[in-house]
């Protein structure tokens, strides 16, 4: 996904009548940074919005002003977590 304005989201994923967006970055220390589209796309559709998650080059899990970080390891893992909980 990417605005006029140059926001930018690696992932937009549909479930239902919801999405997750996704935001990856290939750094292994988590910046700051790494949430600011996240947080400017969350203001477009906050109604839609199911989650969040930030990938980044890591193992290392948390969750972190409502998005949840991972590393590509656990990515799967965290995607199918927020879908049983959108889906039910």
Do not use: C
């Not at 969040?52 to 977590?81: C, K, M, N, Y």
């Amino acid at each position: 996904y990417r605005d006029s304005s140059g926001t930018e989201v690696d992932l937009v994923y549909s479930l239902a009548d919801k999405v997750l967006a996704v935001e990856i970055k290939a750094g292994e220390t988590v910046s700051s940074s790494f949430f600011s589209n996240l947080r400017k796309f969350r203001k477009y559709i906050p109604e839609q919005l199911a989650g969040e998650i930030l990938v980044h080059g890591s193992d290392s899990e948390a969750v972190r002003d409502r998005v949840r970080v991972t590393g590509p390891v656990g990515f799967v893992q965290t995607l199918a977590g927020l879908e049983q909980e959108v889906l039910g």
